[in-house]
């Protein structure tokens, strides 16, 4: 019973060294995943910067990757943010 109780206590012990190591790691990898977190934050703004096309009339609501799509006779460039800040929709032949 005694010695049972030794050995409960031994692993209690083992746990809890494996649980802060586990924390000690955790802390330095945090940093890491933290810097490639904004690796791909900079790549989705180049996305958005991308040059997209309206129509000139004002009367579609879809912005395109080609400025001769649906056979638009004025078209206006502007980025893709600024489309979607404007409330146009990606045309789904360009972006399928
Ligand atoms: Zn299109």
Do not use: F, W
């Not at 802390?27 to 810097?35: H, T």
């Not at 977190?37 to 609501?61: D, F, H, L, P, R």
């Not at 912005?63 to 893709?80: A, E, F, G, I, L």
């Amino acid at each position: 019973m005694r010695e049972a109780d030794r050995i409960t206590g031994y692993m209690k012990r083992m746990t809890a060294t494996a649980m802060a190591v586990l924390m000690l790691l955790t802390i330095m990898v945090m940093p890491l995943q933290a810097a490639s977190g904004a690796g791909s934050k900079n790549t989705a703004a180049q996305v958005t910067q991308e040059t997209v096309y309206i129509a000139a009339s004002g009367n579609g609501s879809k912005y395109h990757s080609d400025p001769k799509c649906s056979r638009m006779k004025k078209t206006v460039s502007m980025t893709r943010e600024e489309a979607e800040a404007e409330g146009y929709e990606p045309c789904k032949k360009c972006y399928r």
